[in-house]
């Protein structure tokens, strides 16, 4: 049916909704249905270019949509009803917005009239999530659809991505009205700067030629903005050292002899050396993270600061920028490059890289083996990343067990890694993983998860049985909340409250895996580690779950205690580095 007065067809708002998604691209939707977005999954029913994965819980849509926004670099879309439907997404909406992942959540709501009279399954999800989304909708007309949800795509995938909420009635779902996908956005003031000011540039350009210990600080935002090979170029001219921060893992290979590690909290000797002692940071696509500065007023005292980030809020938000670059990381490197190209001097950096390269050898990352014969949770992981390469996504939780894989996998290429590094959200590995394997379906796509968090979102291991989606999860069972336990260890004086989850068969693994659709499979004997990690590889037509039985009292090293300044690093319990060579 067409609108006689102005040529425009004339859909339901439910009709208008779906057919807006093909618009936009949308190939996959994660939800589940209920009262308020109902009207919308009628017509979605018939749509043959939008694929819907129903989850078994509305948080396992959001972090799907995550997984599947990280690995593919377009918009990850999530749905749920109002209410309850719609609070369910308030965690990964946030964790997306931590992390700077684009995404589009479609949420009903009660009819207009009924708003406001604490009408059944009514929240205020715009209002609850205002401080977490990139932007919100709310659409009470169904003329309006298109325009929000072509205007919510543009917003969550341009300048600094994030999530972005549509929040529809149902009447509007409901009712009849003109469809026009429009052509032009009217987004007044959102006018993101991607090309950075000629010269700002200069003036970095100018820091970086005068600099005796210059680090390259690399975050997340340089592989968001598609420009890894651009930072090799860069470093590989200047010979300026590099660190990548827990966001950033595989957008400067770990083996590259440039590359001191992850700074931060749990990073590396050489990546935290680097940044205390350094003179000038030119810090690309980062935020200088409270968990990457410690205590910041001692943070990289001695240096002074370049920072380039699409994101105008970031700059000077933690620590002050001697020269602000607002744009996008691909464009300012490529400017930076040509201009230390064409001043062609070779920068003065031999003893400062020296003496780096000689910090790193000195503390390499290592664990001991324990000398009961049981596992060791960084052998497991380690064998995990040598046996399956390079080339696989890899997902974690949030603990010990994600700090031994940003530690131990092997972070040779931009992009598969996948975390919540912001929020630290539990329960994110599981669906982020099902996310990136319906984003990569050929490619292998590891979770590895603490037996903790693997408790909070397991349940969409039926969904991927059921969907076809062949994940491999490790679960690394340590029988705690290892890293919570960690600080009761060091800081509570070993006392253990209410972190022994007592996961000793209970629940069993590979029997609820099995009643999940999944292969289970276990190892508890350092000599099935290979031998399991073959056979996981080997299954590839239905989702995977390995419980590795780990030693309970591993630890993550190095660490620097919250609150801490850096310098105080221990790479052992009580055990400081020697900073030899420091007075360069
Ligand atoms: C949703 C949520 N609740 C609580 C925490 C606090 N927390 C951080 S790590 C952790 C322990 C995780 O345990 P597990 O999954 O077994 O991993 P491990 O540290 O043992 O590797 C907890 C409780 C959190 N990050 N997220």
């Known amino acids: 049916m067409s609108d006689q007065a102005t040529g425009a067809e004339v859909l339901t708002g439910a009709q208008s909704l779906v057919r807006s998604l093909e618009h936009a691209g949308a190939d996959v939707v994660f939800g589940i249905p209920g009262g308020a977005i109902l009207p919308a999954y009628d017509p979605l029913y018939d749509s043959t270019k939008v694929r819907h994965i129903l989850v078994r819980h509305e948080q396992g849509a959001g972090h799907a949509a995550e997984g599947y926004a990280m690995v593919t670099g377009k ?11 719609a609070t369910n997404l308030v965690t990964p909406i946030a964790d997306a917005h931590m992390d700077s992942v ?23 999800i715009r ?14 007309k169904p003329e309006d659809i298109a325009g929000a949800i072509a205007s919510a795509f543009h917003i969550a995938g341009t300048g600094r991505p994030g999530p972005v909420l549509v929040d529809i009635t149902k009447d509007a779902l409901q009712a009849k009205g003109d469809f026009e996908w429009p052509q032009h956005l009217d987004l007044p003031g959102y006018r993101p700067v991607t090309k950075p000011h000629s010269k700002q540039v200069r003036e970095a350009a100018k820091l970086i030629a005068a600099a005796s210990r210059p680090v390259l600080y690399v975050g997340g935002g340089v592989h968001k903005a598609g420009a890894a090979k651009e930072l090799k170029i860069l470093a590989e001219l200047t010979g300026i050292p590099v660190v990548t921060t827990l966001m950033a893992l595989g957008t400067f290979p770990d083996s590259h002899p440039q590359n001191m590690g992850m700074p931060g909290m749990h990073g590396t000797v050489a990546a935290v050396g680097a940044l205390q002692r350094s003179d000038l940071l030119i810090a690309l696509g980062t935020r200088f993270d409270d968990r990457v500065t410690g205590k910041l007023s ?27 670059i607002v744009g996008d990381a691909k464009e300012v490197i490529t400017e930076l490059i040509s201009l230390l190209k064409a001043d062609d001097r070779p920068l003065d950096i031999a003893d400062w890289a020296h003496y780096l390269r000689d910090l790193k050898k000195r503390y390499p990352r290592g664990y001991d083996m324990p000398d009961d014969g049981s596992l060791s949770p960084q052998h497991v992981i380690q064998r995990i990343g040598e046996i399956t390469g390079p080339d696989a996504y890899y997902a974690s939780g949030v603990g010990q067990h994600q700090m031994w894989s940003a530690a131990f996998l092997p972070w ?33 796509v590891w979770g590895i998860d603490g037996d903790g968090c693997f408790q909070m979102t397991n349940q969409e291991l039926v969904t991927c049985a059921l969907e076809g989606i062949p994940v491999k999860i490790a679960v690394i069972n340590n029988q705690s909340l290892g890293m919570v336990r960690q600080w009761q260890t060091l800081f509570y004086e070993s006392r253990y409250s209410n972190t022994d989850l007592k996961t000793n068969r209970i629940p069993d693994f590979p029997k609820l895996a099995e009643a999940m659709g999944c292969v289970g499979l276990r190892a508890e004997d350092p000599e099935d580690v290979d031998s399991v990690i073959d056979k996981a590889l080997s299954i590839n037509d239905v989702p995977v779950v390995v419980e590795f039985v780990v030693h309970k009292d591993a630890m993550i090293w190095p660490m620097v205690a919250a609150g801490a300044s850096n310098d105080d690093i221990q790479v052992a319990r009580n055990m400081a580095p020697t900073w030899d060579g420091e007075t360069l």
């Open 298 to 324: 001692s943070f990289a005292p001695l240096a002074k600061v370049i920072h380039a980030d699409i994101d105008p809020a970031e700059i000077s938000k933690n620590r002050h920028a001697d020269v602000p």
């Open 102 to 124: 684009p995404m589009v959540a479609i949420t009903g709501q009660v009819p207009g009239p009924s708003i406001g009279t604490d009408a059944f399954q009514e929240a205020d």
């Open 127 to 140: 209002g609850i999530t205002m401080p977490i989304t990139k932007h919100s909708f709310l659409v009470t």
């Open 412 to 444: 040779e290429l931009p992009g598969r890694w996948l975390n919540s590094g912001g929020l630290g959200t539990m329960g994110y590995c599981v669906p982020a993983a099902m996310g990136a394997k319906v984003g990569r379906p050929d490619a292998t």
């Open 75 to 85: 918009v990850g879309v999530c749905m749920a009803t109002s209410g309850p439907g």
